[in-house]
């Protein structure tokens, strides 16, 4: 069995192929991450920024953002914001999920090597951040430095994370919007945090991830730093419902994003992102 599992042919992008769900981790109240294990053959493994489409059996299916892999494993970070993510936040070790693709185009983290790394995340968009900053520690060229906020302490994910990257020689700042009882950090918007954390614009490759006017106000406040606008990388999100851009449901003006995102240059996505999604 072991020297079949070795070598597993990947499965096509648009043929669902089943994962075991061999671990599973409650980041927050409604987002939970996975740790995915294949049943048959395998999809390719991803690259960084890239998304899947998860299917919950009898329920539907969602693009859910990868945000970690390792050989054939799967991580995937998952807010229940619908049917069809409750029913993948609900699963158990031991469930079957249906997963397809991988699909869309990534972070391209090789072209930023020997250049500082800015990451902002809001929210749950550290989880598609996450494969960007383990990339980054593991080359270690440049300063990586990474901004989170979110809305609260306890909405945090990845927090023993956060304290693992610092040791590893990430500088790590974190902001929340409202404080609560014990929270000693700064309180306020992630775009505070981004003047400070650019030291040399000319050299810096920024990558941003979170609500779409956090991204929008993120990348404007690194332009603004000096961070040439094709060196700044937004994921941006429509309803992706094919993963082919065959549907046409993730038209972003000229863009098809399930096929020419999610990560798109901050050059190419600053006309775009006034378009509200409908």
Known sequence: MTA????ATAVPPM???????AARKQ?????????????????????PGQFTMLYA????????????CGGEALVQTIRA????????????????IGVRGPFGTDWQVNGADGRDMVVVAGGIGLAPLRPVLLAA?????????????????????FPRELETWRRRGADVRVIVDQADVGWDGRVGLVTELIKEAVADPARTAAF????????RLSAQALADAGVPAGEIRVSLERNMRCGAALCGHCQLGPLLLCRDGPVVSYAEAAPLLAIREL
């Open 81 to 96: 914001v619908g049917a069809v993510t409750r029913a993948l936040c609900a699963a158990e070790p031991g469930d079957m």
């Open 27 to 47: 980041e927050t109240p409604d987002t939970v991450t996975l740790m995915l294990r294949p049943a048959g053959n395998p999809i390719e493994p991803p690259r």
């Open 57 to 68: 059996f009898g329920v539907g299916e969602v693009p859910v953002s990868v945000s970690g």
């Open 208 to 215: 941003v991830c979170g609500p779409e006017i956090m991204m």
């Open 4 to 7: 079949v599992r070795e070598h």
């Open 15 to 21: 043929w669902p192929t089943g994962y075991v769900v």
């Open 137 to 157: 520690l593991a080359r270690r060229q440049g300063r990586v430095v990474l901004l989170v906020g979110a809305r609260s302490p306890g909405e945090l994910i």
